[in-house]
Nanobody, 123 residues
Framework: QVQLAESGGGLAQSGGSLRLSCAAS?????MAWFRQAPGQEREFVAG????????RYADSVKDRFTVARDNAKNILYLQILNLRHEDTAVYFC???????????????????WGQGTQVTVSS
């Protein structure tokens, strides 16, 4: 059983930055961030392998988002720069415990999820 808990969301201004954190109960698996805007499907944003060496990003965010993990603390991070209104969503942390070195894009591959943290970007 993996437990995930996100934090760091909130209200931010367009052009600003945020750093989201996800505290995990382990580290030997792939972890990723997804987001879900109102009325839309949950979409992959960024993920990384068990050691953080091979991040993967959605094309729409790769120039502004950075995913990283600190396995000593069992925390996954998502740094968001130059926030845009369209970044407004609930951001979820997820774990694929059957994978260590490949980051899936499909949410169906992830067995564990956090409860999410709301990010709201004002114009």
């Amino acid at each position: 059983q993996v437990q995930l808990a996100e934090s760091g969301g909130g209200l931010a201004q367009s052009g600003g930055s945020l750093r989201l954190s996800c505290a995990a109960s382990g580290d030997d698996y792939v972890m990723a961030w997804f987001r879900q805007a109102p009325g839309q499907e949950r979409e992959f944003v960024a993920g990384t392998t068990w050691n953080g060496a091979s991040p993967r990003y959605a094309d729409s965010v790769k120039d502004r988002f950075t995913v990283a993990r600190d396995n000593a603390k069992n925390i996954l991070y998502l740094q968001i720069l130059n926030l845009r209104h369209e970044d407004t969503a609930v951001y979820f942390c997820a774990a694929d415990v059957h994978s260590r070195n490949y980051v899936p894009l499909s949410r169906d591959e992830y067995e564990y999820w956090g409860q999410g943290t709301q990010v709201t970007v004002s114009s």
